[in-house]
């Protein structure tokens, strides 16, 4: 008994983290393999679905990079309710679990728990991608440059395709001229 106790926090926060509406209830399998090596690097959060660890959150950048153990390091970086407020990191580590795609990829921010990240599709030269994973309750559009008005339609337009409710989209500011 003790011990179903013990693990009752465990379990209802686990469940928090599947439950609540999805996006787009039939996500799609990534349509392209990644080359991990063209991925790697910094990416500007263009729009996203919010989500409670994401709150409040302006000026989003994601930056991949080797580390020495094979896996990826993972750092999320936001300014904290305005472009000018303060910087908050969070740093992750990231695994592939698709080898023959590259495209599925495992991240962890808190221990032994990992999320999928699914690279569902990106552009040819990797000036864009499209993130999500199989429940279809999360969904990132990143790209290589603080976006502008034409990156963000087109970005749009593109998730909408995949199936998702662009409604559900929360639009990130960025600095400079399109903020």
């Known amino acids: 008994m003790r011990a179903a106790l013990l693990a009752l926090p465990l379990v209802l ?3 928090a983290c599947v439950s609540g509406p999805s996006g787009n209830p039939n996500p799609p399998q990534p349509a392209k393999t990644v080359e991990l090596d063209r991925y790697l690097g910094k990416w500007y959060e263009v729009a996203r679905y919010d989500m409670r660890f ?4 302006e000026g989003v950048t994601a930056e991949y990079s080797k580390r020495t153990d094979g896996l990826i390091r993972v ?6 309710g305005a472009l000018d407020g303060p ?8 695994k592939v679990v698709d080898t023959t795609t590259n495209a599925k990829l495992k991240v962890s ?3 032994p ?3 999928d990240y699914w690279v569902l599709d990106r552009a040819d030269d990797y000036s864009w991608a499209i993130v999500g994973e199989g429940s279809g309750r999360y969904l990132w559009l990143l790209s ?3 976006p502008s008005p034409t990156d963000r339609e087109a970005l749009t337009a ?7 409710d662009v409604g559900m989209l929360r639009q990130t500011k960025q600095p400079g001229p399109w903020g």
Not at 54 to 57: G, I, L, M, P, S
Not at 87 to 94: D, L, M, N, Q, R
Not at 158 to 164: D, E, I, M, N, P
């Open 113 to 115: 728990f990992f999320g």
């Open 144 to 146: 290589r440059r603080v």
């Open 87 to 94: 910087v908050k990191t969070a740093e992750g580590k990231a």
């Open 13 to 15: 926060s686990l469940s």
């Open 75 to 80: 750092l999320n970086t936001c300014r904290k």
């Open 54 to 57: 994401e709150k409040d959150c």
């Open 109 to 111: 921010f808190f221990g």
């Open 158 to 164: 593109r998730a909408k395709a995949l199936g998702y």
